[in-house]
């Protein structure tokens, strides 16, 4: 098959032809029809993810048909339309066993802990926990796009925040994950505040419901008060900066939640946190890791009762010939929308 080859962190990656991967006894072979290409997946080329073993395939959000199926599968058939969380669980530990397979002990991710879906197939374990099943009518690079930033940020909103109808929500960074948080926020009924550098970002916040944008540049914790009157209720940084993350705890109004989302790792891998802030307003500061499995189905019934659009949220379709330069310009430019490989053969 072909694949993205990554030989050497921080190196241009070359599309070449590898093994197909075959499937274990309790896993699927997937055709990738769709992938996006992530700041995560960046993160990994830049050799911030200790998972990593070179060399390597990126990419962890996928969707596909199957292609194979390992001798010990029940629910899957070759042919089936489906999508995968870019966290797949064991089962079998403690916080599988309490429904929290997002942080699974012993969790496996496509793209960082093994080859991932930069190629014509991808390989897929314990495949009757991990593997969902994708609506006829969703296009494959709508789902691409649900296994990581969507999928995530509805977790960080529903899940994390617990938003409520009439609530303020600062979303810091409207990339791929930022908007997706503007979106599920305002179907929640929020009051969504986007913050982000690029204009053309804003206006997309604003079509996806937020009543108000900020430059990034400008005071944004203020401006924040100001228009919210005392604070946002959630603030989520979506993007993993310490300024965004500082912006997002110190814009919160007192008892309010901050969500990260976004990775710090590398050089931000550990932050100074205004401690103070969190101690006087009695601040709640939560992660959010992905989304499991079982919890796609609250989402799609979201999805296709038309309460959320993520094909609004597609940008660029580009091919895997495509993808090395995509992939190393992340973190100095990022197209309008996520950017999806959707073409893998001649």
Known sequence: ?????????????NVVTVDDPTPHSHGVVLQVEATGVCRSDWHGWMGHDSDIDLPHVPGHEFAGTV??????????????????????????CSECQ????????????????????????????????????LPETMDFATAASLGCRFATSFRAIVDQGTVGAGQWVAIHGCGGVGLSAVMIA??????????????????????????????GNGAVVDEIEEISKGGAHVSVDALGHPDTMTNSIQCLRRRGKHIQVGLMLGDHDSPAVPM????????????????????????????????????RLVGDRIGLDDAPAALMNMDTFQSVGATVITRFRP
Request: negative net charge; charged residues 20%; contains cysteine.
């Open 276 to 311: 103070s802030r969190i101690i006087g307003y009695e601040l709640e500061v939560l992660g959010s890791h992905g989304m499991q499995a079982h919890r796609y189905g609250a989402m799609l019934e979201m999805i296709e009762h038309g309460r959320l659009d993520p094909a």
């Open 67 to 92: 292609q194979a199926v390992g001798n010990d599968v029940t629910k899957w058939k070759v042919g089936d339309r489906v999508t995968v969380p870019f966290i797949c669980s064991c089962g079998s």
């Open 186 to 215: 305002n179907a929640l009924g929020a009051n969504v505040i986007g913050v982000d550098l690029d204009p053309a970002k804003l206006e997309l916040a604003k079509a996806f419901g937020a009543v108000a944008t900020i430059d």
């Open 98 to 133: 309490s429904g929290n397979q997002q942080v699974c002990v012993h969790q496996e991710q496509p793209g960082f802990t093994h080859w991932g879906s930069f190629a014509e197939y991808v390989g897929i374990h314990q495949a009757d926990l991990n593997v969902v099943a």
């Open 1 to 13: 098959m072909k694949a993205v080859l990554v030989e050497r962190f921080q190196e241009a990656p």
